[in-house]
C-alpha cells in the first residue's frame, strides 16, 4: 500500500517569497491534516480537511497561510508571504475517517528553510 | 484542553541496555494515548496506543507502555536498546473522539555501542 506522498522535499526561500507544498493522501482516506513541526518541537497542527471541508483551522494564521483541497484528495498548503519563523518542517497526515479513533499516517515532510 | 509534557528532551543509553521515556498528559476527557517514533529524514511511525482496554500495551521492536491514570503518565520502555532504537520519540495525546492529535516536545535517544 502506498503512503503519504508530499513534495517537495526541501525548499529554501527568502523571506517576503511565497511556497506551496503538496500532498497526496493514502487511497480512500477522507481526513487530511497538516501540521508545522519546528526544530526542537512535536508537531503542531495546523488545519485538518475531511473530504474537501474543513473541520479546524483554529491554529491556522490564516492571514499568511491558507490550504485547500478542492477534490477532496491532493492538498496544496501555501505560505503568502513567508517569514523566518516560518521555517519548519510541514507534515501531511491522513486517515480514514475523523469519527472514533484512527491511526494516522505520515508522509515524510517537506523541510522549509526561510532566509 | 490537553497537553503533553515529555520529561526529558534527551536520552543517552548504552546498547543493550533498558529504555526509558516519560511522558506525562493532561486531558479534560477519557484520553486516547500514542507513542510515536521519527527516524532522521522519516515520515512519523506509531509504535503503541492506549485506548481504554488494557493498561499495558505491547507495540512494534519490543516497546511497551504502561497507562497509569492516578499519575497520568505514559510512560514508554524497552528492555534491551539497539542502534537502530536511535530516533525521536513523541508521546501524544487525544480526546476518545475526534483524532485530534497533541503532541509533546519529543525525546531525543542516542545509543551508543
Known amino acids: 500500500e502506498a503512503g503519504v506522498a508530499q513534495s517537495p522535499r526541501y525548499k529554501i526561500i527568502e523571506k517576503r517569497q511565497s511556497v506551496a507544498f503538496w500532498c497526496n493522501p493514502i487511497?480512500?482516506?477522507?481526513?487530511l491534516y497538516w501540521y508545522q513541526q519546528i526544530l526542537g518541537q512535536g508537531p503542531k497542527l495546523l488545519i485538518q480537511f475531511q473530504n474537501n471541508g474543513v473541520v479546524d483551522d483554529s491554529q491556522l494564521p490564516k492571514d499568511r497561510f491558507s490550504a485547500e483541497r478542492l477534490k477532496g484528495v491532493d492538498s496544496t498548503l501555501k505560505i503568502q508571504p513567508a517569514k523566518l519563523e516560518d521555517s519548519a518542517v510541514y507534515l501531511c497526515a491522513s486517515t480514514l475517517r475523523t469519527s472514533g479513533y484512527n491511526e494516522q499516517f505520515f508522509g515524510p515532510g517537506t523541510r522549509l528553510t526561510v532566509l | 484542553a490537553q497537553s503533553v509534557t515529555q520529561l526529558d528532551s534527551h536520552v543517552s543509553v548504552s546498547e543493550g541496555t533498558p529504555v526509558l521515556l516519560r511522558c506525562n498528559y493532561s486531558?479534560?476527557?477519557?484520553?486516547?494515548l500514542f507513542w510515536y517514533v521519527q527516524h532522521p529524514n522519516k515520515g512519523l511511525q506509531l509504535l503503541l496506543k492506549y485506548t481504554s482496554a488494557a493498561t499495558l500495551v505491547k507495540g512494534i521492536n519490543g516497546f511497551e507502555a504502561e497507562f497509569k491514570k492516578s499519575e497520568t503518565s505514559f510512560h514508554l520502555t524497552k528492555p534491551s536498546a539497539h542502534m537502530s532504537d536511535a530516533a525521536e520519540y513523541f508521546c501524544?495525546?487525544?480526546?476518545?473522539?475526534?483524532?485530534?492529535?497533541?503532541f509533546g516536545g519529543g525525546t531525543r535517544v542516542l545509543v551508543k555501542p
Open positions: 487511497s480512500g482516506h477522507a481526513t
Open positions: 501524544v495525546v487525544t480526546q476518545a473522539a475526534g483524532n485530534k492529535l497533541t
Open positions: 486531558s479534560s476527557y477519557s484520553p486516547s
